[in-house]
């Protein structure tokens, strides 16, 4: 079992930055997958951003170039760097984390607000 913890979500007004950070605990010594998708009220869940272990980090249309998806060496945490934020990137954030039997692991989700 892994264990996801999400922290760094909060309000910031539009064009700010936030950082997103995700600790895995559990048995996460090996875990070929982390990301982050997000969920805003009546939608659909969307995937955000995904790294792998090695690296190769995967970015939706809608925030390349503004977001910005890490690992730790230990690969144990995953961070987004979100820059130039608008109101439409408002949602509840989830960290997501896949082991190598493609079980998949969700974090609690953390609020991320900007207003206008």
């Known amino acids: 079992q892994v264990q996801l913890v999400e922290s760094g979500g909060g309000l910031v007004q539009a064009g700010g930055s936030l950082t997103l950070s995700c600790a895995a605990s559990g048995r996460t010594s090996r875990m070929p997958s982390m990301g982050w998708y997000r969920q805003a009220p009546g939608k659909q869940r969307e995937l955000v951003a995904t790294i792998r272990s090695e690296g190769n980090p995967n970015y939706a249309d809608f925030v390349r170039g503004r977001f910005t998806i890490s690992r730790d060496s230990a690969k144990t945490t995953v961070y987004l760097q979100m820059n130039n934020l608008k109101p439409e990137d408002t949602s509840v954030y989830y960290c997501?984390?896949?082991?190598?039997?493609?079980?998949?692991?969700w974090g609690q989700g953390t609020q991320v607000t900007v207003s206008s």
């Open positions: 997501y984390a896949r082991d190598y039997l493609y079980n998949d692991y």
